[in-house]
């Protein structure tokens, strides 16, 4: 299993970008890398998710490190509506603890 | 069009009682998933169907969870002899196919074990 690191927590300005690092040092060379976020009192919403090319769409941009071993999601301009608990899931199926996101007026 | 649906929304059970949970799929999504997230916890992955192919129960935590589903559609988790441990939401996602589908979740059942 891919062991994932995100900081527990984040804060962030509205307006501003908002970069969401994830470690997965043991990742395997075919698994995806998957992005969801919880809102509160919510199920998770698919967010990005990309192989080894950087990725944008409508909601957020992924980076992916070019060894695999880390990533970043990346919010142009945050929103309110961005606060909540961001995951990085590399190893399909596990969604450890995630990142929570506040985003302050 | 309609999302994944799941009943009930709230459940309250006594200890030692079976409880059934019930989760509708996206129409035309092949692949079901089960997860469970206890309070203030992240999600924990139960058990995954993929088509007509055995289901992978890897992540079922005792004998007391099982699940089924029907061909392609409903999906029903069950809970025997529940233990306040049980007490979580539990969350079912569906999807066009396996790794790589992005997974759409339905609103959950909080389940109380009292």
């Known amino acids: 299993d891919a062991k994932t690191t995100q900081p527990n927590s984040m804060e962030s300005n509205e307006e501003e970008p908002v970069h969401l690092p994830c470690n997965h040092s043991?990742?395997?060379?075919?698994?995806?890398i998957h992005w969801y976020r919880q809102l509160p009192s919510q199920g998770p919403e698919y967010v990005i998710h990309?192989?080894?090319s950087n990725v944008n769409n409508r909601m957020a941009s992924l980076a992916i490190a070019e060894d695999r071993k880390s990533s970043t999601l990346i919010l142009h301009r945050a929103t309110l509506r961005d606060a909540a608990v961001y995951y990085c899931?590399?190893?399909?199926?596990?969604f450890g603890q995630g990142t929570e996101l506040s985003v302050k007026p | 069009g309609a999302g994944v649906s799941q009943s009930p929304s709230n459940k309250v059970t006594e200890k030692g009682k079976d409880v059934e949970l019930r989760c509708d799929p996206i129409?035309?999504?092949?692949?079901l998933y089960w997860y469970r997230q206890r309070l203030g916890q992240g999600l924990e992955f139960l058990i995954y169907?993929?088509?007509?192919?055995?289901?992978?129960k890897s992540g079922l935590p005792s004998d007391r969870f099982s699940a089924e589903r029907t061909g392609e559609s409903v999906s029903t988790l069950t809970i025997q002899r529940t233990q306040q441990e049980d007490s979580a939401v539990y969350l079912c996602?569906?999807?066009?196919?396996?790794?790589?589908?992005?997974?759409?979740f339905g609103p959950g059942t909080r389940l109380t074990v009292t």
């Open positions: 043991t990742i395997s060379g075919t698994d995806y």
């Open positions: 169907f993929q088509g007509n192919s055995a289901p992978d």
């Open positions: 129409s035309g999504h092949t692949a």
């Open positions: 899931i590399p190893d399909w199926l596990i």
């Open positions: 996602a569906s999807s066009f196919g396996g790794q790589g589908y992005e997974q759409y």
């Open positions: 990309g192989l080894t």
